[in-house]
Every structure is written in structure tokens, then in C-alpha cells.
């Protein structure tokens, strides 16, 4: 297995804990950070606060952003957003 992988499925495992030991106040309301500008491959996002799948679901989520001047780790740290789509960066 390669090290991308484990790093993977630690990460996912590790929000879906964090989310599950959260209380259900904390997930009515959910402001999410996206990693740039609207993007095709982010098109679920926008779709599903369209139709109402997330306000079927439950929480109230906003989908904000990303950009080349917004800090997401800063908006994140701030509890700004809960949640924040990134991208690894890996150097050769």
C-alpha cells in the first residue's frame, strides 16, 4: 500500500470519528471551503445544495470558495469553516 493511500484513509478516517463524536447541534449548520473557484470536479457540491440534498439530509450547508488569496487553513483554524477540500502537495 502505497504511503498516498494510508495517508487517505487515515484522513477520511480520522473526519469521519471526528464527525461521529461531534454533537448533532455542531452539524446543523455547516460552512464548507472549497479548494479554488467553482470547478467541474466540485459540481456534486453545487448540485446537491441545488436540488435540497443536503437540507433532506439534515445539516445547512454554505459552500464557499477557494482562491489564490484565501487562506483555507486559516479559515479553518478560525472555525471559519468545518469543512475544507484540499489537495496533497507531494514533492519529488
Known amino acids: 500500500m502505497s504511503l498516498g ?3 487517505k484513509g487515515f484522513t ?3 473526519i469521519a470519528a471526528a464527525l ?3 454533537p448533532s447541534a455542531a452539524a446543523d449548520k455547516i460552512a464548507f471551503l472549497t479548494s479554488l473557484f467553482a470547478q467541474a470536479e ?3 457540491y453545487y448540485q446537491a445544495k441545488a436540488t435540497g440534498l443536503y ?3 439534515g445539516p445547512d450547508v454554505t459552500i464557499r470558495m477557494g482562491g489564490p488569496e484565501v487562506n483555507g487553513m486559516q479559515r479553518l483554524l478560525a472555525s471559519e469553516v468545518v469543512v ?3 489537495y496533497a502537495r507531494t514533492s519529488s
Open 5 to 7: 493511500r494510508l495517508l
Open 42 to 44: 466540485q459540481g456534486g
Open 84 to 86: 475544507m477540500v484540499g
Open 12 to 14: 477520511a478516517g480520522f
Open 55 to 57: 437540507e433532506k439530509a
Open 20 to 22: 461521529a463524536a461531534a
